[in-house]
């Protein structure tokens, strides 16, 4: 395909002569109807993706309405079109709102799926969808007697939790329009609402159910996790910023209710239990996973030596490729959790281990040195807020940016003990030269390594004092 090149801005990129033809088609409505009778079916894709992209609502609605497929996968017609680099996170809540209004709002669409997973809706946005949906449906002049099954993520809260169950209501009762949820988000909600939700999901379809910041005590996880027991299909379950306090449930109730509810779930692989103390409390709420965990957060949990011994011998870390100790005073048991990151050293990609005092004791610094190079897949590292001096934290930097598969670290800095921290310190302190003083260093360091230059490495750096993210993170070809 003829290649032309094309400016937008200050930026030179080359788009196919297919894909200028799209954007000029679906930027006029009538050119956009006229192509819809006469293109090939297999270019539909490429037109709605342009369309999409371009915010393009009324090429949108039309080319939605005349889609000639089974399924429609939004998500697969815009990640397939690589010159686009267009994502789901792009797509604009009026986008949203013309694609569902078209699907349940007229019957030449052919799809009867329409998959919309992956498009972030705040909980005002979905809000506008589900009202959207229910206005096109009053509205829709020819119902057919099959179903279209509409799937998207929910982000329910206390101001749109009568709009979704609404929305459900009115779609149940019908026979044109069946609403599902891949992804639920429920936050701040009682008890009763949450299990109203739960209640809605398929478990075909629930892949994720993230249930933080509901402030669920022990009387109220044990009303609405088995409630969960029947999405069988779930892969990820975030039970984080709750009041949870394990130790306390003497008795285990608590404990048990969480430990049946994972092991009901065959393809349980994602488990957040932030911010809620379950110290020593691990093993007992884990050790009965079907599937092995692939992505564990336990920041901010309290985390004993009982809970790192038990990740370090028994529990099943081989798939294990995002770890986050965040949060936990690690500091007293450095050889357990060297143990953990060599079990997983073969699969994780990310490891978080921010603020876990580990600069309090002196094994620290060796041991993360002699792991480094251990890691096969390890792609984000952030070991900040850890009050490592500079020699020592120039070291672990050093070794792990030789990894061949990194390309993130994050760390906090101590700048210049002289500075007087305040409203001006971005730009007095780190626009300025001092910037340079307290980075030398590892720019220096860093430098110094082997390699092709092929493999770009990003050392994001914070102020150990402020959190001020340091202006530019430097930018290293290893």
């Not at 694609?99 to 030449?108: C, D, E, F, I, K």
């Not at 009763?192 to 809605?200: H, K």
């Not at 027991?229 to 285990?252: A, C, F, T, W």
């Not at 390890?378 to 070991?383: D, E, G, N, Q, V």
Request: glycine share 4%; aromatic share 6%; hydrophobic share 40%.
């Amino acid at each position: 395909m003829k290649e032309m090149m094309v400016m937008t801005g200050s930026e030179m990129r080359f788009k196919s002569l297919v894909h200028i033809c799209a954007s000029k088609i679906t930027s006029n409505y009538q050119m956009t109807k006229e192509a819809v009778s006469s293109v090939p079916h297999e270019l539909f894709q490429i037109l709605l993706a342009v369309a999409v992209s371009n915010n393009q609502a009324p090429a949108t609605k039309l080319l939605v309405s005349r889609w000639p497929y089974k399924v429609l996968n939004l998500c697969n017609v815009l990640t397939s079109d690589t010159q686009l680099q267009f994502s789901l996170a792009d797509i604009t809540t009026q986008i949203m709102v013309t694609v569902l209004s078209a699907v349940v709002g007229t019957s030449s669409c052919q799809a009867k799926v329409v998959d919309l997973q992956g498009v972030r809706l705040r909980c005002v946005d979905m809000a506008t969808c589900l009202h959207a949906m229910i206005n096109a449906f009053k509205t829709s002049s020819n119902p057919t007697s099959d179903k279209v099954k509409v799937i998207f993520d929910w982000t329910v809260e206390e101001q749109n939790f009568h709009i979704v169950s609404k929305a459900m209501n009115t779609f149940s009762e019908s026979c044109k329009v069946e609403l599902q949820c891949g992804k639920m988000k429920a936050e701040g909600l009682s008890e009763n609402r949450l299990i109203r939700l739960i209640g809605f999901l398929d478990k075909d379809i629930a892949h994720g159910l993230n249930l933080s910041l509901n402030s669920l005590s022990h009387s109220g996880l044990k009303m609405v996790l088995p409630h969960i027991k029947r999405l069988e299909n779930l892969r990820s379950v975030d039970l984080s910023y709750n009041i949870l306090n394990l130790p306390r449930d003497i008795s285990g109730d608590v404990c048990k209710c969480i430990k049946e509810v994972f092991s009901s779930l065959p393809r349980l692989q994602d488990i957040s239990l932030g911010y809620n103390r379950i110290t020593g409390r691990l093993m007992e709420i884990m050790n009965s996973l079907q599937s092995p965990v692939r992505s564990l957060r336990l920041d901010k949990c309290f985390l004993s030596l009982g809970d790192l011994s038990y990740m370090s011998n028994t529990m099943n870390t081989s798939h294990l490729k995002m770890l986050d100790l965040s949060g936990n005073t690690l500091s007293n048991y450095i050889k357990s959790l060297e143990n953990v990151l060599l079990r997983s050293c073969h699969s994780l990609v990310q490891l978080n281990l921010d603020g876990t005092s580990l600069a309090n004791n002196d094994l620290s610094s060796n041991m993360l040195k002699r792991t480094a190079a251990s890691f096969k897949k390890l792609a984000k590292f952030s070991i900040q807020y850890n009050g490592f001096v500079s020699v020592e934290q120039i070291g672990i930097v050093t070794a792990y940016a030789s990894i061949p598969t990194l390309r993130l670290i994050r760390i906090t800095v101590q700048a210049s003990s002289e500075v007087i921290y305040g409203n001006e310190f971005l730009e007095d302190v780190l626009l300025g030269g001092n910037r340079f003083s307290v980075l030398s260093e590892y720019q220096e360091a860093l430098d110094q390594l082997p390699g092709d230059k092929s493999r770009v490495l990003t050392l994001e750096v914070r102020d150990e004092l402020t959190g001020c993210l340091f202006v530019d993170a430097l930018t290293f070809r290893l």
